[in-house]
């Protein structure tokens, strides 16, 4: 059987067009699966974020029972302390809607947790055997090690940011995004004086 000329170049033409749709689906599909592994990195990051954080509210609580036993008096700061404890750990931010409103006021809530601990180390100041207390010594050397964490923490929760942030405005990976809803995210920016970690030291 012979086969028309014409016939020959509609089907090599359907046939190039049919493999360039299915090059075309399979790089769609490929720069998909890769925004995802971006995005499922940044909300990993963000998770090791709120676990130093967490670490840091989980110290509290017995650093200020270690100061109530020495300073009974000086209830008002550690009152603060714990109601800025709270306020910290009530302050929830889903990973998949982390705009700059969210992380503001997430940053915001441990900015005055971290106030509310420099004050407490003023008043620890007054107290020589307090400070001499080695239960407060291993829990100032916990409390220095979790604050060097949370900045660690934090910069690698940027850089994951920055990577698929980037991702996601190239060209023509762009379109999937924008078509697919993956959002740009919010980074951590350092408060205006704060580039440095808190001072702990006693």
Do not use: C
């Amino acid at each position: 059987m012979k086969i028309r000329k014409g016939t020959l170049i509609a089907l090599i033409t359907v046939g190039a067009i049919l493999l360039l749709l299915l090059i075309m689906i399979g790089t769609g599909v490929s720069r998909y699966n890769k925004l995802v592994s971006l995005e499922e990195n940044v909300n990993e990051k963000w998770s090791q974020v709120e676990n130093v954080y967490q670490r840091r509210a989980d110290l509290i609580p017995n650093l200020v029972n270690t100061v109530k036993g020495y300073a009974e008096h000086e209830q008002q700061t550690l009152t603060k302390v714990i109601e800025a404890r709270s306020k910290a750990t009530s302050v929830n931010v889903d990973p998949k809607n982390l705009d700059g409103q969210s992380l503001q006021k997430f940053q915001q809530a441990q900015k005055g947790l971290s106030s509310a601990l420099s004050r407490l180390m003023v008043v620890v100041e007054r107290y020589p055997d307090l400070k001499a207390s080695q239960n407060f010594r291993d829990l100032q050397a916990q409390l220095e090690g979790t604050e060097n964490r949370i900045s660690v923490e934090r910069r690698k929760f940027n850089q994951a940011a920055r990577k698929y942030n980037t991702k996601i405005r190239q060209f023509p990976t762009n379109m999937i995004a924008n078509t697919m809803g993956f959002e740009k995210k919010a980074y951590f920016e350092a408060d205006q004086g704060a580039d440095e970690a808190p001072q702990v030291e006693f």
